[in-house]
């Protein structure tokens, strides 16, 4: 599995920006994909992700009504819309993919068995 993430870069506060990450090696029918992110000196957050089958969406309190995950069966790739940013959002943004994952735990890294390399956004206010 291998998971290629883009999109990131500086962009100001209030402005909108799209991340993309696409997958090889897994299908989304079995496998649930999140974003992450880890701002400087902070721990690593659930962002958002969409489940394996439904593509049912579910997201941080922080992002929620900003964000919109979603996924491209065709192309096997997620992409974060991200709108209204703001400086907080500033961080490197991570997906992640993993089979199986419960409801209880679509919020937990630990949880994902896939990661990709991570794309920076910079939000400057």
């Known amino acids: 599995v291998q998971l290629q993430a883009c999109g990131g870069g500086l962009v100001q506060a209030g402005d909108s920006l799209r991340l993309s990450c696409a997958a090889s090696g897994l299908t989304f029918n079995t496998h649930t994909m999140g974003w992450f992110r880890q701002a400087p000196g902070k721990e690593r957050e659930f962002v958002a992700t969409?489940?394996?089958?439904?593509?049912?969406?579910y997201y941080a309190d922080s992002v929620k009504g900003r964000f919109t995950i979603s996924r491209d069966k065709v192309k096997n790739t997620v992409y974060l819309q991200m709108d209204s940013l703001k400086s907080e959002d500033t961080a490197v943004y991570y997906c992640?993919?993993?089979?199986?994952?419960?409801?209880?735990?679509?919020?937990?890294?630990?949880?994902?068995?896939?990661w990709g390399q991570g794309t920076l956004v910079t939000v400057s206010s």
């Open positions: 969409i489940r394996a089958m439904n593509g049912y969406t």
């Open positions: 992640a993919a993993g089979p199986g994952i419960i409801l209880s735990n679509i919020r937990n890294g630990p949880a994902y068995a896939y």
